[in-house]
């Protein structure tokens, strides 16, 4: 049978470091690094506890989930008019937030836009033209920490066929100048008489 050798475990130690969970038997095969400047420990030491916090932080900020005010259909929500009343509910509890929403042509989000930044959980857009948009929507702490990004919301803007829009624009002057014909026909008709 063929030996395997095994990598050797760099451990760092804290010579003056009186706490004694630094100081454990280190496994044959292992090289230490030892810093036996006191205040790179007290240093490194904070660096270690305010990670996790921040680590903590992060990890228990809320993911909202975003919505939009037109019905989906296939995970694709459709707008005619090219705006969207986007909007994302946090619970109560979450404390303060900023949120960053940002919206994109490709799904990736490889060239993606900041839409809005600030404290409010929704947010109205327009001016959008024929197309699909992506977006998606993360929480912030006013200590700048940054959550997980929502699921992207995908939003279809198409426009109403050309030739349906001139029929109705059609339609609607012929009626109009009708009505308008047909009060001045009758005024004229009604004046003579009186």
């Known amino acids: 049978m063929q030996s395997v050798a095994t990598p050797p475990t760099l ?10 969970f630094w100081r454990a038997i280190e496994p044959p095969g292992t090289i230490r690094v030892t810093f036996s400047n006191p205040r790179f420990c007290r240093s490194a030491f904070a660096g270690l506890v305010w990670g ?6 992060a990890a228990a900020l809320p993911t ?12 694709i929500h459709r707008s005619d008019d090219g705006t969207v009343d986007l909007s994302w509910p946090v619970p109560p509890d979450s404390g303060p937030l900023h949120f960053e929403l940002q ?27 024929e197309g699909d948009y992506h977006f998606r929507v993360r929480a912030i702490t006013p ?16 426009f109403m ?14 009626v109009a100048a009708l009505t308008i014909g ?4 009758g005024f004229l008709a009604h004046r003579t008489g009186t």
């Open 11 to 20: 451990r760092a130690s804290f010579s003056h470091c009186s706490a004694p």
């Open 52 to 57: 996790a916090l921040f680590a903590t932080a």
């Open 64 to 75: 909202p989930e975003l919505d939009c005010d037109y019905p989906g259909r296939e995970g």
């Open 103 to 129: 919206q994109s042509t490709a799904p990736t989000f490889s060239l993606a836009d900041a839409r809005y930044e600030g404290p409010d959980t929704a947010s109205v857009l327009s001016g959008f033209r």
């Open 143 to 158: 200590a700048g920490e940054a959550g997980p990004w929502s699921d992207t919301l995908t939003l279809r803007v198409h």
């Open 161 to 174: 066929d050309r030739r349906t829009l001139f029929l109705l624009l059609g339609t609607g002057f012929t």
């Open 182 to 185: 047909a009060i001045v026909h």
